[in-house]
C-alpha cells in the first residue's frame, strides 16, 4: 500500500490529503502504519508535508505524536506547498480509486 500512496501523491500532489485520508481508511491503520503512510506521501511530494500530516492527523487524531515525530525527524520546512495549492491532472477520484482498488 505504501508504494501505491508514494505514486499516487506523487502523480497528483494536489490530491495528496485525499489519498493519504484513503489510505488511512482503507487499511484500518495503526499508529506505525499511519506513520508510514505519511512518510510515503512526503517522500513523493516534500512540498505537500503539511497537507499530508494534517489530513492523516483530522482522519486518525492518535496519530499526532508519531506524526509530529516524523516531522521533526524529516524537517520538511523547506516546502513552499505551491504544489498542493493547485489542481493536479489526474481527479481526486482517480487517484483515490487506484489506492482503494489496490487494497482489496
Request: proline share 4%.
Amino acid at each position: 500500500m505504501l508504494e501505491i500512496v508514494e505514486s499516487e501523491v506523487q502523480a497528483n500532489p494536489s490530491c495528496a490529503c485525499e489519498i493519504v485520508k484513503t489510505a488511512i481508511k482503507a487499511s484500518d491503520s495503526d499508529l506505525a502504519f499511519v506513520t508510514a503512510i505519511v512518510e510515503a506521501s512526503i517522500t513523493a511530494a516534500p512540498d505537500c508535508w503539511r497537507i499530508a500530516s494534517q489530513c492523516a492527523i483530522a482522519t486518525m487524531p492518535d496519530s499526532i505524536t508519531s506524526v509530529q515525530a516524523l516531522l521533526a525527524k524529516l524537517d520538511p520546512n523547506s516546502g513552499n506547498e505551491k504544489v498542493c495549492s493547485s489542481k493536479g491532472t489526474k481527479s481526486v477520484k482517480s487517484a483515490t480509486v487506484a489506492v482503494v482498488a489496490e487494497h482489496f
